[in-house]
């Protein structure tokens, strides 16, 4: 990060850019604001990282001691009411480790699709959306499900009416997602931290999931029916349990937010320092990831424990709806729900700047809506055509993961499966697709969040060293919104 900051400085007299103010020739109007700077190198937040580090240490102890026995417990009663042998399901374990390496392949080859065909699938997913609403109407009145019909029609129409609206700005989604995927490609080393990451998620999945068992096991009050002879235990308190979802939680955004993070300073070294952000394991990887997990990483805490709160505060108020029922829950979910966007939206932004600059978690959400707000781009930040395109491609990756998954039931390899295996495989294909192609797609999210960012406050830089890009972005901004760059 030092590098592309050190860049900038020496650089000045090439751009035009005197004491925070830059001028862009070819815009309607001269803006002012103040550009982010480098932040001395210490920890932010440290607390909320300390804080993380506790309750992650609390959780594994809990899964430790108390998680085992639950656990084996459920395993001898599995061993006892088995029907099946292993080898009914070794083949379907085999045939996802094949449909695994399939979906990186497919994943990696659609970012390739994207370069070269963006507006097409911006375009697509406008369509799909319609089409998928406008079909969910003509089944609900096929069906004679009028209570069904009227929402799904309503529905179709504010698809109809947003896929006209938003028609226009393709251009502009256009030329983010092509910078984006141009840098993402040029460090794809962030892909495999991403991967990396989502597998340390189903580990936490497993090791929180032990520590419920053990909890629970440790607190409950079993009692059996003398007449029925069923067993009835206590649930978990409503304090524990909501302790337990912020731990949840917390882990959980915590290693979602590492990568936005690594993204947003990868994407930043690649855009001042093109020597130093072209390469798939390059200095611009390496040195966002360290940043990410050391000095920012409280400030990652910070916004993650922010957002895991509202979470599981929303998943109480979820159950309790869903076991008392009440309009009050209702609109109390409702209203818990806007607050979580809200903040989700937020943090988005924020950590860009965290990832770039190294600010707090306070200052760089700050500092990032203040430039928004003085250059003007309120509108253009709640963009979100690009979110749209990636989703279809995630889509489109698992239906083909799933194809290769029915071509792996054609063979000897599951033989000896139990149950269905083409449809079976099919649905496995599609899940696993589905999820490592979106984890390769939120990393060319962040990476369009990044390059907004950055084009606000830093076009001379782009112009600089990516000339033939930065035209393409210049004449697509200014037809979607004159004047504004």
């Not at 009692?223 to 206590?234: A, H, I, N, V």
């Not at 409702?334 to 939206?345: G, K, L, N, P, T």
Request: with cysteine; proline share 3%.
């Amino acid at each position: 990060q030092k590098s592309f900051n050190r860049h900038k400085k020496t650089n000045k007299k090439n751009m035009s850019d005197v004491q925070g103010v830059v001028f862009d020739q070819n815009a309607a109007v001269d803006t002012s604001f103040v550009k982010g700077q480098e932040q001395e190198k210490r920890c932010r937040d440290p607390a909320f990282a300390v804080l993380f580090y506790i309750q992650l240490v609390a959780i594994t102890a809990i899964a430790v001691v108390y998680g085992r026995q639950p656990f084996q417990e459920a395993l001898d009663t599995d061993d006892q009411n088995q029907n099946v042998s292993a080898g009914d399901f070794a083949g379907y374990i085999y045939a996802a480790v094949m449909m695994s390496g399939a979906a990186v392949v497919l994943s990696a080859l659609m970012l390739s699709v994207m370069l070269r065909i963006p507006s097409f699938l911006i375009k697509a997913s406008l369509i799909f959306v319609v089409v998928l609403s406008g079909l969910s109407a003509v089944a609900a009145v096929l069906s004679g499900a009028v209570g069904a019909a009227i929402p799904a029609l309503i529905v179709f129409a504010i698809g109809l009416c947003y896929a006209r609206a938003a028609w226009p700005r393709i251009p502009f989604a256009t030329a983010n997602l092509v910078t984006a995927t141009t840098a993402i490609k040029s460090n794809c080393g962030v892909a495999v931290i991403a991967y990396f990451l989502i597998a340390l998620t189903f580990g936490w999945n497993l090791l929180w999931i032990l520590a419920v068992l053990g909890v629970f096991e440790t607190t409950s009050t079993c009692t059996t029916d003398p007449q029925t002879g069923l067993e009835t235990c206590d649930q978990l308190g409503s304090p524990l349990m909501f302790v337990l979802l912020i731990s949840y939680f917390f882990t959980f955004s915590v290693l979602q937010n590492v990568v936005h993070v690594t993204v947003a300073g990868t994407v930043g070294t690649w855009w001042f320092v093109p020597e130093e952000g072209k390469a798939c394991c390059s200095s611009g990887v390496y040195n966002s990831l360290y940043r990410s997990l050391t000095t920012s990483f409280g400030s990652i805490c910070f916004g993650s424990l922010v957002v895991a709160i509202v979470q599981a505060l929303r998943q109480m108020v979820h159950s309790a709806r869903q076991q008392e029922g009440g309009i009050l829950l209702c609109l109390l979910e409702c209203i818990i729900a806007c607050i979580e966007d809200i903040i989700e939206y937020f943090n988005k932004w924020a950590f860009v700047y965290v990832g770039l600059y190294g600010y707090s978690y306070f200052e760089a959400g700050k500092n990032v809506f203040s430039l928004f707000r003085n250059r003007g781009w309120d509108a253009i930040i709640a963009d979100n055509l690009v979110g749209n395109a990636l989703f279809l491609v995630s889509l489109v990756v698992g239906g083909l993961t799933g194809g290769v998954g029915i071509a792996i039931a054609a063979t000897p390899i599951l033989d000896d499966a139990a149950g269905n295996a083409t449809l079976i495989t099919f649905f496995i294909g599609f899940l696993v697709g589905l999820v490592i192609c979106s984890v390769l797609m939120s990393v060319v999210g962040s990476g369009v969040n990044t390059v907004i960012v950055l084009y606000a406050e830093a076009p001379a830089e782009f112009q600089q060293n990516y000339p033939e890009l930065s035209n393409q972005m210049r004449e697509a901004w200014q037809k979607v919104y004159p004047g504004l760059v």
